[in-house]
Protein backbone atom coordinates (compact mmCIF):
# COMPACT_ATOMS: atom_id res chain seq x y z
CA UNK A 1 0.00 0.00 0.00
CA UNK A 2 2.76 2.38 0.53
CA UNK A 3 4.19 1.88 -2.92
CA UNK A 4 0.72 2.93 -4.01
CA UNK A 5 1.09 5.97 -1.61
CA UNK A 6 4.25 6.92 -2.98
CA UNK A 7 3.48 6.65 -6.71
CA UNK A 8 0.42 9.34 -6.62
CA UNK A 9 2.80 12.12 -7.13
CA UNK A 10 4.84 10.39 -10.07
CA UNK A 11 1.32 9.50 -12.25
CA UNK A 12 0.38 13.34 -11.60
CA UNK A 13 3.37 13.99 -13.41
CA UNK A 14 2.84 11.28 -16.01
CA UNK A 15 0.02 13.42 -16.72
CA UNK A 16 1.88 16.85 -16.89
CA UNK A 17 4.50 15.32 -19.29
CA UNK A 18 1.85 14.25 -21.99
CA UNK A 19 2.46 17.72 -23.23
CA UNK A 20 5.79 17.82 -24.73
CA UNK A 21 9.10 19.33 -23.85
CA UNK A 22 12.45 19.96 -26.58
CA UNK A 23 16.11 20.30 -25.40
CA UNK A 24 17.03 24.03 -25.10
CA UNK A 25 19.85 25.14 -23.33
CA UNK A 26 19.12 29.03 -23.04
CA UNK A 27 20.40 31.30 -19.78
CA UNK A 28 17.41 31.83 -17.19
CA UNK A 29 16.70 33.16 -13.93
CA UNK A 30 14.66 32.31 -11.06
CA UNK A 31 13.05 34.85 -8.90
CA UNK A 32 11.89 33.24 -5.29
CA UNK A 33 10.52 35.16 -2.38
CA UNK A 34 12.19 34.36 0.73
CA UNK A 35 11.31 36.33 4.25
CA UNK A 36 9.24 38.95 1.68
CA UNK A 37 13.07 39.70 0.17
CA UNK A 38 13.61 37.96 -4.06
CA UNK A 39 16.21 35.92 -4.34
CA UNK A 40 17.40 35.36 -8.45
CA UNK A 41 19.07 32.48 -8.79
CA UNK A 42 20.70 32.33 -12.15
CA UNK A 43 21.07 28.68 -14.28
CA UNK A 44 20.05 27.58 -18.03
CA UNK A 45 17.40 24.99 -19.06
CA UNK A 46 17.66 21.52 -19.72
CA UNK A 47 14.55 21.26 -21.67
CA UNK A 48 11.30 23.27 -22.38
CA UNK A 49 7.60 23.30 -23.61
CA UNK A 50 4.41 24.45 -22.51
CA UNK A 51 3.78 23.09 -19.13
CA UNK A 52 6.81 23.77 -17.84
CA UNK A 53 10.75 24.12 -17.56
CA UNK A 54 13.70 21.32 -16.55
CA UNK A 55 16.38 23.42 -15.45
CA UNK A 56 20.41 23.53 -13.78
CA UNK A 57 20.22 26.26 -11.23
CA UNK A 58 22.80 27.61 -9.08
CA UNK A 59 21.03 27.13 -5.96
CA UNK A 60 18.40 24.87 -4.19
CA UNK A 61 14.61 25.35 -4.35
CA UNK A 62 11.72 23.36 -2.44
CA UNK A 63 9.07 21.22 -4.15
CA UNK A 64 5.62 23.14 -3.93
CA UNK A 65 7.61 26.66 -3.65
CA UNK A 66 6.15 29.15 -5.94
CA UNK A 67 8.46 31.02 -8.35
CA UNK A 68 9.10 33.56 -11.05
CA UNK A 69 11.17 32.78 -14.09
CA UNK A 70 12.57 34.83 -16.82
CA UNK A 71 14.05 33.85 -20.07
CA UNK A 72 14.48 34.10 -23.33
CA UNK A 73 13.47 31.81 -26.55
CA UNK A 74 16.18 31.40 -29.21
CA UNK A 75 17.19 33.12 -31.88
CA UNK A 76 15.47 36.13 -31.65
CA UNK A 77 15.68 36.84 -28.38
CA UNK A 78 11.64 37.17 -27.21
CA UNK A 79 10.81 37.61 -23.67
CA UNK A 80 8.82 35.03 -21.62
CA UNK A 81 8.00 36.22 -17.38
CA UNK A 82 5.77 33.65 -16.04
CA UNK A 83 4.97 32.29 -12.32
CA UNK A 84 6.00 28.56 -12.31
CA UNK A 85 6.15 25.77 -9.33
CA UNK A 86 8.59 23.98 -8.34
CA UNK A 87 7.91 19.75 -8.88
CA UNK A 88 11.24 17.92 -8.06
CA UNK A 89 14.83 19.42 -7.07
CA UNK A 90 17.40 17.18 -7.16
CA UNK A 91 21.40 18.12 -6.99
CA UNK A 92 20.50 21.27 -8.14
CA UNK A 93 18.30 19.83 -11.39
CA UNK A 94 14.52 20.78 -11.10
CA UNK A 95 10.98 20.76 -12.54
CA UNK A 96 9.28 24.17 -13.04
CA UNK A 97 5.37 23.95 -13.80
CA UNK A 98 3.86 27.07 -15.30
CA UNK A 99 0.88 28.57 -13.88
CA UNK A 100 -0.99 30.78 -15.28
CA UNK A 101 0.59 31.05 -18.82
CA UNK A 102 -0.72 33.22 -21.26
CA UNK A 103 -2.30 32.15 -24.94
CA UNK A 104 0.72 34.91 -26.28
CA UNK A 105 3.27 33.19 -24.14
CA UNK A 106 2.00 29.63 -25.16
CA UNK A 107 2.08 30.66 -29.02
CA UNK A 108 5.56 31.80 -28.55
CA UNK A 109 6.94 28.15 -26.91
CA UNK A 110 4.84 26.46 -29.67
CA UNK A 111 6.48 28.83 -32.36
CA UNK A 112 10.01 28.10 -31.50
CA UNK A 113 9.29 24.88 -31.10
CA UNK A 114 8.45 23.82 -34.43
CA UNK A 115 10.31 26.75 -36.07
CA UNK A 116 13.89 26.61 -37.49
CA UNK A 117 16.42 26.59 -35.32
CA UNK A 118 18.71 28.71 -37.36
CA UNK A 119 18.34 31.89 -39.30
CA UNK A 120 19.73 32.61 -42.35
CA UNK A 121 22.59 35.26 -41.44
CA UNK A 122 23.54 32.08 -39.13
CA UNK A 123 23.31 29.79 -42.12
CA UNK A 124 25.20 32.03 -44.77
CA UNK A 125 28.22 32.22 -41.77
CA UNK A 126 28.72 28.88 -41.59
CA UNK A 127 29.00 28.44 -45.24
CA UNK A 128 30.81 30.96 -46.25
CA UNK A 129 32.86 31.68 -42.46
CA UNK A 130 34.63 34.34 -41.65
CA UNK A 131 37.54 33.29 -42.94
CA UNK A 132 36.35 33.81 -46.84
CA UNK A 133 36.41 37.54 -46.49
CA UNK A 134 38.63 38.43 -49.25
CA UNK A 135 39.81 35.27 -50.11
CA UNK A 136 39.17 34.81 -54.01
CA UNK A 137 39.39 31.10 -53.85
CA UNK A 138 36.23 31.33 -52.00
CA UNK A 139 34.59 33.81 -54.34
CA UNK A 140 35.79 32.31 -57.60
CA UNK A 141 33.26 31.25 -60.27
CA UNK A 142 34.13 29.16 -63.36
CA UNK A 143 38.07 29.51 -62.45
CA UNK A 144 37.51 33.62 -61.93
CA UNK A 145 38.45 35.39 -59.62
CA UNK A 146 35.95 38.38 -58.57
CA UNK A 147 36.33 41.42 -59.23
CA UNK A 148 37.80 43.25 -56.90
CA UNK A 149 33.86 46.24 -56.43
CA UNK A 150 32.02 42.48 -55.72
CA UNK A 151 34.67 41.45 -53.19
CA UNK A 152 34.62 45.29 -51.81
CA UNK A 153 30.59 45.42 -51.52
CA UNK A 154 31.45 41.85 -49.56
CA UNK A 155 32.88 43.55 -46.64
CA UNK A 156 30.92 46.00 -46.69
CA UNK A 157 27.88 43.62 -46.47
CA UNK A 158 29.34 41.32 -43.64
CA UNK A 159 30.36 44.46 -41.65
CA UNK A 160 26.93 46.09 -41.98
CA UNK A 161 25.18 42.65 -40.74
CA UNK A 162 28.35 42.97 -37.72
CA UNK A 163 26.88 45.73 -36.80
CA UNK A 164 23.26 44.77 -36.83
CA UNK A 165 23.53 41.71 -35.01
CA UNK A 166 25.70 44.02 -32.29
CA UNK A 167 22.83 46.76 -31.98
CA UNK A 168 20.20 43.69 -31.76
CA UNK A 169 22.21 42.02 -28.92
CA UNK A 170 22.44 45.49 -27.32
CA UNK A 171 18.64 46.13 -27.31
CA UNK A 172 17.98 42.61 -26.09
CA UNK A 173 20.07 43.09 -23.27
CA UNK A 174 18.27 46.95 -22.26
CA UNK A 175 15.08 44.85 -22.72
CA UNK A 176 15.88 42.60 -20.81
CA UNK A 177 17.27 44.51 -17.82
CA UNK A 178 13.39 46.34 -18.03
CA UNK A 179 11.89 43.37 -18.16
CA UNK A 180 13.20 41.74 -15.55
CA UNK A 181 13.12 45.15 -12.96
CA UNK A 182 9.18 44.84 -13.97
CA UNK A 183 9.39 41.22 -12.81
CA UNK A 184 10.95 42.20 -9.43
CA UNK A 185 8.49 44.83 -8.81
CA UNK A 186 5.60 42.44 -9.27
CA UNK A 187 6.51 39.44 -7.53
CA UNK A 188 6.57 41.18 -4.17
CA UNK A 189 2.62 42.69 -5.06
CA UNK A 190 1.29 39.46 -5.84
CA UNK A 191 2.96 37.63 -2.70
CA UNK A 192 1.22 40.65 -0.98
CA UNK A 193 -2.06 39.53 -2.50
CA UNK A 194 -1.62 36.05 -1.41
CA UNK A 195 -1.21 36.94 2.57
CA UNK A 196 -4.77 38.60 2.54
CA UNK A 197 -7.20 36.35 4.27
CA UNK A 198 -8.39 33.76 2.44
CA UNK A 199 -12.73 34.05 1.45
CA UNK A 200 -14.31 30.67 3.20
CA UNK A 201 -15.83 28.68 0.51
CA UNK A 202 -18.81 25.89 1.39
CA UNK A 203 -17.50 22.94 0.88
CA UNK A 204 -20.05 21.99 -1.88
CA UNK A 205 -19.13 24.89 -3.96
CA UNK A 206 -15.61 24.02 -3.79
CA UNK A 207 -16.24 19.83 -4.91
CA UNK A 208 -17.91 21.19 -8.45
CA UNK A 209 -14.37 22.95 -9.38
CA UNK A 210 -12.07 19.87 -8.17
CA UNK A 211 -10.10 19.03 -12.07
CA UNK A 212 -7.70 16.72 -10.76
CA UNK A 213 -8.35 14.18 -7.51
CA UNK A 214 -5.92 11.83 -5.94
CA UNK A 215 -7.38 8.63 -4.10
CA UNK A 216 -5.88 8.53 -0.63
CA UNK A 217 -4.10 4.91 0.49
CA UNK A 218 -5.06 3.34 3.73
CA UNK A 219 -1.38 3.16 5.66
CA UNK A 220 -0.03 0.41 6.73
CA UNK A 221 1.03 1.64 10.19
CA UNK A 222 -3.29 1.66 10.45
CA UNK A 223 -4.60 -1.20 12.72
CA UNK A 224 -6.05 -3.91 9.90
CA UNK A 225 -9.07 -4.37 12.01
CA UNK A 226 -9.87 -0.69 11.98
CA UNK A 227 -13.22 0.03 10.24
CA UNK A 228 -13.09 2.92 7.23
CA UNK A 229 -12.65 6.01 8.24
CA UNK A 230 -13.29 9.93 7.27
CA UNK A 231 -11.15 12.08 7.58
CA UNK A 232 -11.87 16.07 7.83
CA UNK A 233 -9.35 18.40 6.80
CA UNK A 234 -9.33 22.53 6.61
CA UNK A 235 -7.54 23.39 3.20
CA UNK A 236 -6.16 26.60 1.53
CA UNK A 237 -6.41 27.00 -2.61
CA UNK A 238 -4.22 29.49 -3.77
CA UNK A 239 -5.62 32.02 -6.78
CA UNK A 240 -4.34 28.84 -9.25
CA UNK A 241 -5.89 26.29 -7.60
CA UNK A 242 -3.30 24.66 -6.17
CA UNK A 243 -3.91 23.49 -2.02
CA UNK A 244 -1.53 25.21 -0.30
CA UNK A 245 -2.26 24.35 3.02
CA UNK A 246 -4.05 21.76 5.17
CA UNK A 247 -5.11 21.45 8.80
CA UNK A 248 -6.95 18.62 10.50
CA UNK A 249 -10.23 19.21 11.55
CA UNK A 250 -11.41 15.87 12.90
CA UNK A 251 -10.55 12.54 11.96
CA UNK A 252 -8.72 8.85 12.90
CA UNK A 253 -5.01 9.85 13.93
CA UNK A 254 -3.33 6.85 12.25
CA UNK A 255 -5.39 8.29 9.00
CA UNK A 256 -4.38 12.20 8.83
CA UNK A 257 -1.06 11.76 7.29
CA UNK A 258 -2.46 9.88 4.52
CA UNK A 259 -5.29 12.00 3.95
CA UNK A 260 -3.04 14.95 3.74
CA UNK A 261 -0.74 13.48 1.32
CA UNK A 262 -3.29 12.57 -1.20
CA UNK A 263 -5.38 16.23 -0.86
CA UNK A 264 -2.01 18.12 -1.68
CA UNK A 265 -2.18 17.15 -5.12
CA UNK A 266 -5.55 18.08 -5.77
CA UNK A 267 -6.30 21.22 -8.52
CA UNK A 268 -9.28 22.74 -8.22
CA UNK A 269 -10.50 25.60 -10.88
CA UNK A 270 -9.52 29.05 -9.44
CA UNK A 271 -12.36 30.77 -7.47
CA UNK A 272 -12.93 33.97 -8.99
CA UNK A 273 -14.98 37.23 -7.77
CA UNK A 274 -15.24 40.23 -10.21
CA UNK A 275 -13.61 37.81 -12.45
CA UNK A 276 -10.42 37.64 -10.68
CA UNK A 277 -8.88 34.55 -9.04
CA UNK A 278 -9.11 34.20 -5.45
CA UNK A 279 -7.51 32.48 -2.72
CA UNK A 280 -10.26 30.26 -0.60
CA UNK A 281 -10.50 28.13 2.56
CA UNK A 282 -12.52 25.58 2.68
CA UNK A 283 -12.90 22.02 4.06
CA UNK A 284 -12.46 18.64 2.68
CA UNK A 285 -13.76 14.93 3.54
CA UNK A 286 -11.15 12.22 3.06
CA UNK A 287 -12.91 9.23 2.60
CA UNK A 288 -11.08 5.75 3.21
CA UNK A 289 -12.15 2.29 1.68
CA UNK A 290 -12.46 -0.68 3.78
CA UNK A 291 -8.69 -2.29 4.56
Known amino acids: MSTAAARAPAHARVNRRRIPRYPSAVPLEVTVLRSGIPDRIPGRSLDLGEAGV ?8 RPGEPVGVEFRLPPGGTAVRAKALVRHQERLRCGLEFVGLSVEQQEMIR ?8 TRADRWTMEAGPETTGAPAQLEMAGEAAPPERQGWLQRALWAILALLTLV ?19 PRAQAVEQQPPLSVPAGVMDRLVTHKVEP ?48 WWRYQPYRVDGRPTAVETTVAVEFPAN
Open 54 to 61: GAVLAGEL
Open 169 to 187: GLLGWWQWQQAWKELESQL
Open 111 to 118: YWARGPKQ
Open 217 to 264: VYPEKADLASPPGVVVLRAVIGRDGAVVDLQRVSGPDALVDAAKEAVK
